[in-house]
């Protein structure tokens, strides 16, 4: 994204194919498979326990990150339907969201892999971490198959 990123201020065009990839890529993968896990299961458990102020505060604005990153991709789809539909003010728009979240990503990860994941294990026995993890996978399987069935559900919405 980055790069594509670059090259699109560079050519004064934007790439819709891809940015509707990327797109894709960070709703159901970024935000529905991750952020999901941590928000539907190790934030919900973490939300039973005392936990220190620091981590409270970081809890929240990882919440408040994930929010955020839904609605610059929110207006990062809005600018490219407006792209496509022949808006050519629509760049500057795009530009700006692709790089928000260029910038963002990165930052997010890093704030939650050093800073807090590992930290607030601490919080839990072996056999809560070990169901945590199981609902984990048991969430992955189960979503390959809510991702298609919205497919057909939409396809079906618009026949
Ligand atoms: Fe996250
Ligand atoms: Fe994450």
Same mark, same amino acid.
């Given at each position: ?19 509707e ?13 991750? #952020?999901?896990?941590? /928000? &539907?299961?190790? !934030?919900?458990?973490l939300?039973? =326990?005392?936990? @220190?102020?620091?981590? $409270? ?10 929010r955020?990153?839904?609605?610059v ?18 760049l ?6 692709m790089?928000t ?6 930052? #997010?990860?890093?704030? /939650? &892999?050093?800073? !807090?994941?590992?930290?607030?294990? =601490?919080?839990? @026995?072996?056999?809560? $971490?070990?169901a945590?993890?199981k ?25």
């Amino acid at each position: 994204m980055d790069s594509k990123t670059a090259k699109m201020k560079t050519g004064r065009k934007a790439e819709p194919a891809f940015i509707e990839t990327a797109v894709d890529f960070i709703r159901t993968y970024a935000d529905r498979c991750h #952020h999901g896990k941590e /928000e &539907d299961i190790l !934030f919900r458990e973490l939300k039973k =326990k005392t936990i @220190s102020q620091e981590h $409270q505060k970081i809890m929240e604005e990882l919440i408040e990150e994930h929010r955020n990153a839904r609605k610059v991709t929110g207006k990062l789809v809005e600018a490219n339907q407006r792209y496509v539909a022949g808006d050519s003010k629509a760049l500057e728009d795009i530009l700006q969201c692709m790089q928000t979240l260029v910038d963002f990503y990165p930052r #997010h990860i890093e704030k /939650e &892999d050093k800073h !807090f994941f590992i930290p607030v294990m =601490k919080y839990f @026995s072996k056999d809560e $971490q070990d169901a945590m993890l199981k609902e984990g996978y048991e969430f992955d399987q189960g979503l390959i198959h809510e991702k298609y069935r919205q497919v057909v559900e939409k396809g079906e919405r618009n026949r």
